[in-house]
């Protein structure tokens, strides 16, 4: 199994542990965490909770490891994923 999608939910609070932990998937902005254009099929960058785009599949298992620990450390746990 391979991470597909991973978006962020309302209420980030910019702490940067996300990107701190996995930098090639998140970016902190002053507001919101998004999830880098470059690794996502539709190549925007946003939380990606509308798109729902997936990750492009060199990302999936390459980073899946990095994406789990930056989940698991977020302190108001608004990232979420998908595994397919």
């Not at 940067?16 to 970016?27: L, S, W």
């Not at 729902?52 to 989940?71: F, R």
Request: hydrophobic share 35%; aromatic share 4%.
């Amino acid at each position: 199994m391979s991470i597909t999608k991973v978006w962020i939910e309302e209420g980030c609070i910019v702490c940067n542990a996300c990107e701190a932990e996995c930098p090639d998937v998140f970016h902190v902005t002053d507001t919101t965490c998004t999830i880098r254009a470059e690794v996502r099929v539709d190549g925007t960058q946003s939380e990606n909770r509308d798109e729902m785009s997936e990750l492009n599949a060199d990302v999936q298992s390459s980073l899946e490891d990095s994406i789990i620990a930056a989940a698991a450390g977020c302190p108001v746990e608004v990232i979420k994923y998908e595994k397919a």
